[in-house]
């Protein structure tokens, strides 16, 4: 008692007295679950802070990458401006006029004259430097040529009217029964994800030019990337599905299917990427998943990939919110509310659609202050089965929700 401060003893204590605490003790239990909160919030940004630290790093060493690059192109002009002598021809010097030719559309013209106009001496007569050149603009019309013929061929592209390739009675009902299995593998198990997946890729040199083919095959490379867990391999089957969309939707842009899958391979390729590559992965997939909607608006699998995609933008942490601010002059913007919405439209859709867009919904009433309507949507997401590996994990988050 001689150690505490007379004010926390009654005026009529005696020396036996034992002071009274501070706080009651719900007012200590408060406190602790504050601190706690505070602890945790330091935990997280200093996590943030270290990603943060990660994403620079890796930004200049890709600024640093591309100077270096400019740098070494500047003095290889530089180069070739100052040294205009004719080259020996060579199997070496040819490929790279075709690459050159080729990629750029302009033919190589170092012909021994300098820029100033000067004719440099040359051991070549005028008659030899005519010769080499129409010899050289042949060989060029013709790697033109055979270039666009090996791009073609090798990325599946349709001739250059670019109409769609017609198929004989045969293969298109072949493909219509090939289309169908894969639908059904994909709704099967991990085997019959995997069997589709393999299934399309036998079957590309023959549809390969057909949309409905397409897509499907980029979605069988996003089943393989959700049951992949090495993280090289995964980003190997985003990328490999991304390309083969990019290639469809220069033909089809008018195609919901490949917009939606383009937008959840670009989101899938983003996943170990730094903060500011996932910005702008987020960028991508908002712009394709309206798209979407656009040109499939009853689509409820489209709402509930934008309603994920306003939930994670309302939640974004404050160092992301402060690299989208220095990165992008437009930060994207959504709230609780804006998610809310899409996830019940996808009720509205489709009731039930998945157990995981339930708990979004009871997620976003929790986050709203409304908890009668949270446990309502909690107890409806109770009664769906979890059929795949993203319902496992909402009923994990429902069993947290239930304990707090």
């Excluded at 406190?31 to 802070?49: G, P, S, T």
């Excluded at 603009?137 to 013709?142: A, C, L, R």
């Excluded at 991990?190 to 890729?201: I, N, P, V, Y």
Aim: hydrophobic share 35%.
């Amino acid at each position: 008692a001689q150690a505490m401060p007379g004010a926390l003893l009654p005026a009529d204590a005696g020396d036996g007295a034992v002071p009274s605490p501070l706080l009651r003790q719900d007012e200590q239990l408060e406190l602790l679950e504050r601190l706690d909160f505070v602890v945790r919030n330091i935990v997280e940004l200093r996590k943030e802070v270290e990603e943060l630290r990660n994403s620079l790093q890796h930004l200049a060493v890709e600024i640093v990458g591309e100077v270096r690059t400019h740098l070494e192109e500047t003095q290889r002009v530089t180069r070739r401006r100052k040294f205009p002598f004719s080259r020996d021809r060579s199997d070496s010097t040819g490929s790279s006029s075709i690459y050159f030719t080729a990629s750029s559309g302009n033919v190589n013209t170092d012909d021994g004259e300098s820029e100033g106009g000067y004719t440099t001496a040359n051991a070549e007569s005028d008659y030899d430097r005519e010769s080499e050149r129409e010899s050289e603009e042949g060989e060029d019309e013709v790697s033109c040529d055979t270039v666009r013929t090996v791009r073609r061929d090798s990325l599946d592209l349709v001739p250059e009217d670019e109409s769609p390739l017609v198929l004989d009675s045969s293969l298109e009902e072949g493909l219509g029964q090939l289309l169908e299995q894969a639908d059904r593998l994909h709704s099967g198990d991990e085997r019959d994800k995997r069997e589709g997946f393999q299934l399309l890729l036998n079957n590309k040199l023959a549809y390969a030019g057909q949309r409905e083919f397409l897509w499907r095959l980029a979605r069988a490379h996003s089943d393989m990337w959700e049951l992949t867990e090495d993280a090289d391999e995964r980003r190997s089957y985003a990328t490999g599905g991304k390309e083969e969309l990019e290639l469809a939707l220069q033909k089809w842009d008018q195609s919901a299917e490949c917009h939606q899958w383009f937008a959840i391979l670009c989101g899938q390729m983003s996943e170990h990427e730094s903060i500011p590559k996932r910005i702008q992965a987020g960028y991508v997939f908002k712009e394709h998943i309206d798209k979407a909607i656009a040109l499939k608006p009853q689509d409820p699998q489209l709402y509930y990939l934008l309603g994920r995609w306003c939930y994670q933008v309302a939640h974004l942490g404050w160092l992301e919110k402060r690299t989208v601010s220095a990165l992008f002059e437009a930060p994207p913007t959504a709230t609780v509310q804006d998610a809310l919405q899409n996830f019940l439209r996808v009720e509205e859709l489709s009731p039930g659609f998945s157990k995981a867009g339930r708990v979004y919904i009871a997620k976003c009433y929790r986050d709203l202050g409304n908890a009668s309507a949270a446990v309502l949507w909690m107890d409806l997401a109770s009664e769906l089965p979890g059929n795949t590996k993203e319902d496992a994990e909402s009923e994990r988050e429902l069993e947290e929700m239930r304990s707090v």
